[in-house]
């Protein structure tokens, strides 16, 4: 057992090279090996690309190995036909024996069908090698197809005396509370999750941009609560240059090829109504980014994930207090000197 646990652990960290890049598809690494030794590796990469195994498979130099070795993959192999061919249809193709999977898929045209393909060709299958890890490294693909909503991330900045804005600025921009370093970090996350939302109030007080300066990746999708149209045409988040979603309580409109408006009834259920908005766009992950209402409404509705909250080397003596969440499930580290507390809500 102990030597599958090896070849997983390089099967998910090929597989976390795909962070931000294999929407709608999950992150899968395989590793192929003969006598303890891997003589191929590969990931998923992009969507429409081949698979891990594919990658994997191809990588290898003598493909008469194949007949005598054990791949390993992250997640289930495939079945079915999408845009590329069943990952199932490749290992008997080759004739590999033995194949060990982490973590069963719950995608509804795999869910096990994989598993059974093989097993009726006579390869030995070992199933559930660091399952949990297996787990968390799709966390986002798992909750999208189990909970038929996204991942949701928390995210804000609050002060050592625990406010997370002034209460008057001068200028329409934001009050930096974190550090360089940790917005640098913010930035990375967005590159890594497909949307991120805020409220009203944030757009009119700091006229975000919502995108991706500070690292290299893709821009998340813009998700705006706007339940009045108030938002000046004229803001930022509407120069039409990223996916953009307004979500208001009284028009479905396209304003500009990027930009739509699409209308949600704000008096009830609107934790509900926004999370089925984004499951229906097929958004797997989302990071919320405030302000305090939106993500107030998020934690009193138990509708959430995972909460990084930044505490700055700073004093604000008054202004806009933080969200109130439960400390439990948490862990803590310094980006230099600030404090970043991650929680999970295992709820």
């Given at each position: 057992?102990?030597?599958?646990?090896?070849?997983?652990?390089?099967?998910?960290?090929?597989?976390?090279?795909?962070?931000?890049?294999?929407?709608?598809?999950?992150?899968?690494?395989?590793?192929?090996?003969?006598?303890?030794?891997?003589?191929?590796e590969?990931?998923?990469?992009?969507?429409?690309?081949?698979?891990?195994?594919?990658?994997?498979?191809n990588?290898?130099?003598?493909?008469?190995?194949?007949?005598?070795?054990?791949?390993?993959?992250?997640?289930?192999?495939?079945?079915?036909?999408?845009?590329?061919?069943?990952?199932?249809?490749?290992?008997?193709?080759?004739?590999?024996?033995?194949?060990?999977?982490?973590?069963?898929?719950?995608?509804?045209?795999?869910?096990g069908?994989?598993i059974?393909?093989?097993?009726?060709?006579?390869?030995h299958?070992?199933?559930?090698?660091?399952?949990?890890?297996?787990?968390?490294?799709n966390?986002?693909?798992?909750?999208?197809?189990?909970?038929?909503?996204?991942?949701?991330?928390?995210?804000?900045?609050?002060?050592?005396?625990?406010?997370?804005a002034?209460?008057?600025?001068a200028?329409?921009?934001?009050?930096?509370?974190?550090?360089?370093?940790?917005?640098?970090?913010?930035?990375?996350?967005?590159?890594?999750?497909?949307?991120?939302?805020?409220?009203?109030?944030?757009?009119?007080?700091?006229?975000?941009?919502l995108?991706?300066?500070?690292?290299?990746?893709?821009?998340?999708?813009r998700?705006?609560?706007?339940?009045?149209?108030r938002?000046?045409?004229?803001?930022?988040?509407?120069?039409?240059?990223?996916k953009?979603?307004?979500?208001?309580?009284s028009?479905?409109?396209?304003?500009?090829?990027?930009?739509?408006?699409?209308?949600?009834?704000?008096?009830?259920?609107?934790?509900?109504?926004?999370?089925?908005?984004?499951?229906?766009?097929?958004i797997?992950?989302?990071?919320i980014?405030?302000?305090?209402?939106?993500?107030?409404?998020?934690?009193?509705?138990?509708?959430?994930?995972?909460?990084?909250?930044?505490?700055?080397?700073?004093?604000f003596?008054?202004?806009?207090?933080?969200?109130?969440?439960?400390?439990k499930?948490?862990?803590?580290?310094?980006?230099?000197?600030?404090?970043?507390?991650?929680?999970r809500?295992?709820?």
């Amino acid at each position: 057992m102990k030597i599958h646990e090896k070849y997983m652990s390089r099967c998910i960290a090929l597989a976390k090279n795909g962070l931000g890049t294999t929407y709608p598809n999950p992150m899968v690494g395989s590793v192929i090996v003969y006598e303890d030794k891997i003589i191929g590796e590969g990931w998923h990469k992009k969507a429409g690309e081949p698979h891990a195994e594919v990658n994997a498979v191809n990588s290898v130099q003598d493909k008469s190995l194949l007949t005598k070795a054990t791949i390993y993959v992250s997640l289930e192999p495939c079945s079915h036909f999408g845009k590329t061919p069943p990952c199932c249809d490749l290992i008997i193709k080759h004739k590999i024996p033995n194949v060990v999977i982490g973590i069963v898929d719950p995608f509804a045209k795999v869910a096990g069908n994989g598993i059974k393909k093989l097993i009726e060709a006579g390869v030995h299958v070992t199933i559930g090698i660091l399952e949990d890890k297996c787990n968390e490294l799709n966390k986002r693909f798992f909750t999208f197809h189990q909970k038929k909503r996204p991942y949701i991330i928390l995210k804000w900045a609050q002060t050592q005396d625990g406010f997370i804005a002034p209460l008057e600025k001068a200028e329409k921009k934001p009050v930096w509370i974190s550090n360089t370093y940790s917005r640098q970090l913010t930035h990375k996350w967005r590159t890594e999750e497909q949307a991120i939302l805020v409220g009203t109030q944030t757009v009119i007080d700091d006229n975000p941009k919502l995108n991706v300066r500070d690292w290299q990746g893709n821009n998340p999708i813009r998700i705006v609560l706007d339940s009045n149209n108030r938002i000046p045409k004229e803001s930022a988040i509407f120069d039409n240059s990223v996916k953009t979603i307004v979500l208001n309580n009284s028009e479905n409109s396209i304003l500009q090829e990027n930009t739509t408006f699409e209308r949600i009834n704000f008096k009830q259920n609107i934790v509900e109504q926004i999370v089925e908005s984004l499951y229906n766009h097929n958004i797997q992950s989302v990071i919320i980014e405030g302000g305090l209402r939106t993500l107030q409404t998020f934690i009193d509705a138990g509708i959430w994930d995972e909460a990084r909250i930044f505490t700055g080397n700073t004093f604000f003596g008054e202004g806009i207090k933080a969200p109130i969440l439960p400390k439990k499930n948490f862990e803590k580290r310094l980006i230099e000197k600030d404090e970043l507390t991650i929680l999970r809500n295992h709820d």
